[in-house]
């Protein structure tokens, strides 16, 4: 099973809200967490389960989907928000990540 | 809190051998598996494998099986990646991280800080 995400990239600005996309190559239900990777740290688990905030999240960030189309949504973008997301299948193995969007500052 | 801690960064020359290692502190070290992940420099992250700790029962994702060797000493809290014969193209950071297999969400919700493993002659 493949995971694609899209934008590769996107620019916005502080306080917008953005919305980028994964997409499975076949039906995974609700098996999907979003990660956040900024340079220097290790990733950060987000989303679980498709639609769940991780424990301590902001709730500016959300997820939605099921089968094969994911969203992830971040409300109102803050400069700490800036980074590479990924997406990763969470059902059966391989655990493939998507290739990532990258969120930059416009 | 919770803790995954590496080892260190490694320089290596192609060819030599190498075994990084991961110690988890905080929690219940055999009831979580320890997930492995590398991400080539200006790459993204590529899902190496898992270990369960409790049985070391193993799952290499297909670009790693038969190049690296995942194990785990429980009684220590450490788990390990390894290699026999290092290549330029192992160049990466490598992370661990702990995943609850058994969680309804199969959270992979913690993470060691990274170990840069360079390899260059």
């Known amino acids: 099973i493949q995971m694609t995400q899209s934008p590769s990239s996107l620019s916005a600005s502080v306080g917008d809200s953005v919305t980028m996309s994964c997409r499975a190559s076949?039906?995974?239900?609700?098996?999907l967490s979003w990660y956040q990777h900024r340079p220097g740290e290790p990733p950060k688990l987000l989303i679980y389960?498709?639609?769940n905030l991780h424990t301590g999240v902001p709730s500016r960030f959300s997820g939605s989907g099921s089968g094969t189309d994911f969203t992830l949504t971040i409300s109102s973008l803050q400069p700490v928000d800036f980074a590479t997301y990924y997406c990763?299948?969470?059902?059966?193995?391989?655990?493939?990540f998507g290739q990532g969007t990258k969120v930059e500052i416009k | 809190e919770v803790q995954l801690v590496q080892s260190g960064a490694e320089v290596k020359q192609p060819g030599e051998s190498l075994r990084i290692s991961c110690q988890g502190s905080q929690y219940n070290f055999i009831n979580y598996f320890i997930t492995w992940v590398r991400q080539v420099p200006g790459k993204g992250l590529e899902w190496m494998g898992w270990i369960d700790p409790s049985d070391s029962y193993i799952n290499y994702g297909p670009s790693f099986q038969g190049h690296v060797t995942l194990s785990v000493d429980k009684s220590i809290s450490t788990a390990y990646l390894q290699w026999s014969s290092l290549k330029a193209s192992d160049t990466a950071i490598y992370y661990c991280?702990?995943?609850?297999?058994?969680?309804?969400?199969?959270?992979?919700?913690?993470w060691g800080q990274g170990t840069l493993v360079t390899v260059s002659s």
């Open positions: 076949q039906s995974i239900g609700d098996n």
């Open positions: 991280a702990r995943t609850n297999y058994y969680d309804s969400g199969k959270r992979t919700d913690y």
């Open positions: 990763q299948r969470t059902y059966s193995t391989p655990r493939t």
């Open positions: 389960s498709a639609s």
